[in-house]
């Protein structure tokens, strides 16, 4: 990635150095966007989001986290409350988060879950899984090392 490219996503989202890291795989550098950056991003853009189970096994072990994410017009508060009455979004987009043992090791499922479906939509409505990004949540293999 361009060195100017990241310095515009970092203006952009007000990260700083702590937010983003690079991981090499193989001759490939891939950009990794930290749980602090996602809450950045989800904050700057004002995303507020949903979650859904989805799945869930009888022992926890498996689960299915559905994260919808709505960007409300500006004039809606940020901490408005989804309900009945929640006034029409301008943007929205669903992901998904799962976690099994076959790719989760820690020993929180759902909660691990959910921050795979969060980061997974905001990195989707910020445009920033198709310049390549990734966040740290989406793989154990994806972290500071």
Request: with cysteine; proline share 6%.
């Amino acid at each position: 990635m361009k060195t100017e490219t990241l310095k515009q996503i970092y203006n952009e989202f007000n990260l700083d150095k702590d937010d983003i890291f690079v991981l090499k795989f193989g001759t490939k550098k891939q950009p990794i966007i930290t749980r602090g950056g996602i809450d950045k991003i989800m904050k700057k853009m004002r995303i507020q989001i949903k979650y859904d189970i989805q799945k869930i096994s009888d022992d926890h072990k498996y689960c299915v986290i559905q994260a919808t994410g709505f960007i409300f017009p500006n004039n809606v508060p940020e901490d408005i409350v989804m309900n009945g009455n929640t006034p029409k979004p301008k943007h929205v987009m669903a992901s998904f988060g799962e976690s099994s043992p076959q790719n989760n090791k820690s020993p929180y499922p759902i909660a691990m879950a959910e921050k795979r479906a969060k980061s997974r939509v905001v990195l989707q409505m910020s445009g920033l899984y198709e310049k390549g990004f990734f966040s740290e949540d989406e793989s154990d293999d994806f972290n500071k090392k």
